[in-house]
């Protein structure tokens, strides 16, 4: 599964699928894509840096046939190729059971929220939110701007959210369903302080080969004060919709 490793970007460019999901047991699944980290850049040698029908078209081409796929990780900073069997007979969606979205991969780590100090018994504790090494990186809707994260929160507040949180501890990422509450006892609606900017991006990591990232599963968030030297500390809430299309290969 995973093999060569580079800082160029075969045939150049900074855009690919990026891989926000990955259904368990599909083929993108045993290929080993990495949700919200990998981006596909090109498969069966054609470089994927227009957002077009290309993807799906190879693949229904290949169906139940292995194919070279070449993916940048954003985390590792580096390409991979690894090999994918597109199929109708796994029993999930979709050919990989992947959800994807064409975008940059150019700054791909820097929205990201830094879960800082978490309060006993708030709703960022109760969700299994863990101080310093969580990480937010995604949602159900896209988060593209500092304020994304906190606006969603805001429209949640009593509600249950899903957020993918990478843990740098265990370096894999999991889903956790949080719930907002004013009400909680303490301070802000998640009970937890968040750090956003240069100061708080994911730490980038060297990959070994044969090393695999799992994706496990369940809560988290809260809001932003001023920023300080690169990033903005919160306590508080706010957020966003959606930018993007997804869609399901």
Wanted: with cysteine.
């Amino acid at each position: 599964m995973g093999a060569s490793q580079s800082t160029e970007i075969p045939g150049g460019g900074t855009e690919g699928y990026h891989v926000l999901r990955v259904q368990e047991n599909s083929p993108g699944y045993q290929a080993g894509l990495e949700p919200f980290f990998d981006f596909i850049i090109s498969i069966c040698d054609s470089r994927l840096n227009k957002d077009n029908d290309l993807l799906k078209e190879l693949l229904k081409m290949n169906v139940e046939r292995p194919v070279k796929m070449q993916l940048y990780n954003s985390k590792t900073l580096a390409v991979r190729e690894t090999t994918v069997t597109p199929s109708t007979m796994w029993g999930g969606q979709g050919l990989l059971g992947v959800s994807i979205r064409f975008c940059s991969f150019e700054g791909a780590n820097e929205n990201v929220w830094h879960v800082l100090e978490v309060e006993p018994n708030s709703p960022a504790g109760l969700a299994g939110l863990r101080a310093h090494a969580d990480y937010i990186i995604g949602a159900d809707s896209a988060m593209n701007e500092s304020d994304d994260l906190f606006s969603l929160i805001e429209t949640h507040e009593g509600k249950e959210l899903k957020l993918y949180v990478y843990n740098t501890d265990a370096d894999n990422c999991r889903e956790v369903v949080i719930t907002p509450n004013c009400n909680w006892g303490g301070e802000g609606s998640l009970g937890c302080g968040i750090g956003f900017g240069y100061l708080h991006r994911i730490p980038t990591t060297q990959i070994v080969e044969g090393e695999k990232i799992g994706f496990l599963a369940q809560t988290y968030s809260e809001p932003a004060l001023p920023t300080k030297d690169g990033f903005t500390e919160v306590t508080k809430h706010c957020i966003q919709q959606t930018k993007h299309y997804l869609d399901v290969i």
